[in-house]
């Protein structure tokens, strides 16, 4: 990770919502109208989302939940497909931040998935 300090503030993050409350960091996929698939945007905003809260101390435990009745259909076939272009992501995108598994892998934390 780059010694600058990440932040939560001022950004916008479209595909998912963030909440911090304590020391839990919440992570929503929300995109219920395509069932919480992946797309380059999602990925991004998760992982700068989770490099975010290995760096803060003070964020003990990260949750993963999902807007809608599905958590994750996997990833987005149009997004991949080159289909569809999903819009330009307004949260910074990290360098060699690409795997949300080795993202999760390397946090250190205990993640919990809130699957309802």
Do not use: W
Not at 44 to 64: D, F, G, M, P
Not at 75 to 100: C, H
């Amino acid at each position: 990770m780059d010694t600058e300090k990440l932040s939560l503030e001022g950004l916008i993050f479209e595909a998912t919502k963030i909440n911090i409350d304590g020391n839990v960091l919440t992570i929503t996929l929300n995109r219920p109208e395509r069932k919480n698939a992946l797309n380059s945007v999602m990925t991004n905003e998760i992982n700068y989302a989770l490099a975010y809260a290995k760096q803060e101390r003070s964020i003990r435990v990260v949750v993963l939940a999902a807007e809608g009745d599905i958590f994750c259909a996997g990833a987005d076939l149009r997004n991949m497909s080159g289909k569809e272009k999903p819009p330009a992501s307004a949260v910074p995108r990290l360098e060699g931040k690409t795997d949300i598994s080795l993202s999760l892998r390397h946090l250190h934390k205990p993640v919990i998935a809130k699957i309802q």
